[in-house]
């Protein structure tokens, strides 16, 4: 279990940031749910030692990692809280620099975004938008992305489709590895 603990300033403003990120206390403990109900993170207010502690599992996607973690900073900035995350180890970057929850995220994310997509050059794949409707299916040529608060997100793709080679651009545009041909 892997966890981060806000060291809150403000503990008053704690409830308030918790229901920012749509929690409501329950018996000292609340949870984070993702699609489908799914437990991401359990939450404890300790108000003795003025902390708010986040627990959660090493066995996440990333898109539940970066839940975790704009919860993090949200409760951090509305409480003024300082952050200790030395015990969220999620890997290494590929200079063997670790890689946690908040610190290097937003180098962890680039690197596993930068890995995953380059592996999907020239495979077939799909383009979805930020509804996860589908815009078109194809060969990956190439895509450009922003880092945008901290997350990562495609901004223009190319692919080659039935009517050849066709470039796409939006928002938070989202390329899926596909086994059709």
Known sequence: ??????????????????????????????????????????????????????????????????????????????????IDDTNSLLGYLGNAEPAYIVTNWVKWTLFLNEAKYKTLEGQKVKLLDVNNEELASGILVDYQYEIINDTFSITECTLITTFGERKYTGDKLKIEPTDRW
């Not at 003795?48 to 973690?69: A, D, M, P, Q, W």
């Open 1 to 82: 279990m892997l966890s981060a603990t806000i060291l809150v300033e403000d503990s008053i403003n704690v409830p308030v940031a918790l229901e920012a990120i749509g929690i409501s206390p329950t018996n000292n403990k609340m949870g984070i749910y993702s699609q489908k109900g799914k437990e991401l993170a359990t939450i404890k207010h300790y108000n003795k030692n003025h902390t708010v502690e986040l627990r959660f599992s090493g066995n996440l996607r990333l898109e539940e990692y970066e839940i975790i973690h704009n919860a993090i900073i949200t409760l951090a900035s509305a409480t003024s809280g300082k």
